[in-house]
């Protein structure tokens, strides 16, 4: 199903930059204002300025961020900043991190994918998306010609299609070995042996692919193609813009991790919040946990224990600004089905992230799609700890913790063809940006 190609990628030059820390970065939807000036002040050649470029006050149609970068990226590689490889590659990837009591590695393959509609059922989303930030990225797309930062998907792996790249380098000393600035150590191979091209080809035939992340990117390279189509009388199926650079994991990789979305929420003050969760009672059974100052913290962890034991039972945690008390909210059997059963697909019933949008911020709440979409209004953070944080900071009125999706409800819903409310998942870590990249002019 999948056509998995190589592809002669654009990196840094070790003779240039001997250090890739100093100038990749996580991909530019992670990346904080603060972390954008950090990553500009680092190095003088980092991705930043490619992928998230500062504006100006000056910014005009032909002087911006994006012309700017496509400016960087052509005197990046006439300087030998940059380099393309003379062979076609494959790329193994390897990050491993500090994780629980220990540390966990994960493997993907960068490669060239074809770009497929997804009625095609070929590449499937998750996930829905924002038109602003499709618009944003093609015009960068447009004046750049190349992809930056692989989206990254995930594909069923009963052949272990990944150890045929591990046996390929065996103990080959990586091409590019780095620890970043959260202390995650990464390793990059180029697999130039057209017997493992072919090898990893047909292994993935088969495969369809759900994307994991960067759902954006993935539809603006498809825009991207669609508008090149129209307006270059030259563009061929042989194209390069035919072509999208993809991070590819196995979902059986141990090192697959998917990170809870907790949403923040502003305008839900203390009486909003309790009228809603005294309508909510009709939906589900909730357990409070009041503290004190001095009990904060035992009952804190008491609570959050709880939210994870009852992670089969859909549950939702729940702390509102100026009430010295943890909610949880355990769904009742049927509720779901009993609200939304000739609506919502099973599938999607089963979601964590559905009975919040739908049940809670949408039934219970009474938000309508504006205001889902406002995202002046929400907040998304990981850990709970700073979620429940930016509720006594003020920053935030409620915060709802979730459980993290799993991998399965994930492959459920593409396979299905359905998608889930933004900001479902959260795969941790990121794929690195700047570790290759994927020129897209004929």
């Known amino acids: 199903m999948a056509t998995v190609l190589p592809f002669k990628g654009i990196l840094y030059n070790p003779e240039t930059i001997p250090d890739s820390a100093e100038v990749t970065s996580p991909p530019y939807d992670v990346i904080s204002p603060e972390a954008q000036a950090a990553f500009h002040q680092r190095h003088p050649n980092n991705i930043i300025r490619l992928i998230l470029g500062a504006p100006a006050p000056?910014?005009?149609?032909?002087?911006?961020p994006h012309t700017r970068s496509a400016a960087f990226f052509q005197e990046w590689l006439k300087q030998g900043v940059l380099k393309?490889?003379?062979?076609?590659?494959?790329?193994?990837?390897?990050?491993?991190?500090?994780?629980?009591?220990?540390s966990i590695t994960r493997y993907g393959l960068i490669a060239r994918i074809k770009i497929e509609e997804f009625e095609k059922k070929?590449?499937?989303?998750?996930?829905?998306?924002?038109?602003?930030?499709?618009?944003?990225?093609l015009e960068l797309l447009k004046a750049t010609h190349c992809n930056y930062c692989p989206v990254f998907a995930i594909y069923p792996d009963e052949h272990n299609?990944?150890?045929?790249?591990?046996?390929?380098?065996?103990?080959?000393r990586p091409d590019v070995d780095f620890v970043d600035e959260e202390g995650h150590h990464h390793q990059f191979w180029r697999i130039s042996d057209p017997a493992v091209h072919d090898q990893v080809a047909a292994g993935m035939a088969d495969k369809p692919l759900v994307i994991a992340d960067g759902h954006h990117r993935y539809e603006t390279a498809l825009n991207y193609r669609n508008y090149l189509r129209e307006t270059d009388p030259l563009f061929t199926d042989q194209h390069p813009a035919n072509d999208v650079m993809m991070y590819l994991c196995s979902m059986s990789d141990p090192g697959l991790i998917i990170l809870p979305a907790h949403r923040l929420v502003r305008e839900v003050g203390p009486e909003v919040l309790k009228t809603a969760l005294d309508r909510a009672r009709s939906f589900f059974d909730i357990a409070d946990y009041p503290f004190t100052p001095d009990t904060r913290k035992a009952v804190e962890e008491k609570f959050l224990e709880a939210l994870t034991?009852?992670?089969?039972?859909?549950?939702?945690?729940?702390?509102?600004?100026?009430?010295?008390?943890?909610?949880?909210?355990?769904?009742?059997?049927?509720?779901?089905?009993?609200?939304?059963?000739?609506?919502?697909?099973?599938?999607?019933?089963?979601?964590?992230?559905?009975?919040?949008t739908r049940l809670v911020f949408m039934r219970i709440l009474g938000f309508d799609q504006a205001r889902l979409d406002d995202a002046t209004k929400f907040g998304y953070v990981t850990d709970a700890g700073e979620a429940l944080a930016a509720i006594d900071s003020g920053e935030f009125d409620a915060a709802f913790l979730l459980n993290p999706t799993r991998i399965d409800q994930v492959a459920e819903v593409a396979q299905k063809g359905l998608t889930m409310p933004r900001k479902s998942t959260y795969f941790y870590p990121k794929v690195r940006s700047g570790l290759v990249m994927n020129i897209l002019k004929a």
Not at 161 to 172: F, R
């Open 122 to 137: 070929i590449i499937l989303p998750h996930e829905k998306t924002f038109s602003r930030v499709r618009s944003e990225r």
């Open 84 to 102: 393309q490889d003379d062979q076609p590659a494959l790329y193994l990837k390897a990050i491993t991190w500090p994780w629980k009591n220990g």
């Open 58 to 64: 000056s910014d005009t149609p032909d002087n911006n």
């Open 309 to 356: 034991q009852h992670a089969k039972n859909q549950a939702i945690g729940v702390y509102g600004r100026g009430a010295p008390v943890f909610h949880l909210l355990t769904l009742k059997p049927g509720a779901m089905n009993a609200e939304f059963g000739d609506a919502l697909d099973p599938a999607l019933q089963e979601l964590d992230v559905t009975v919040l």
């Open 161 to 172: 299609i990944v150890k045929i790249l591990e046996n390929s380098v065996d103990k080959a």
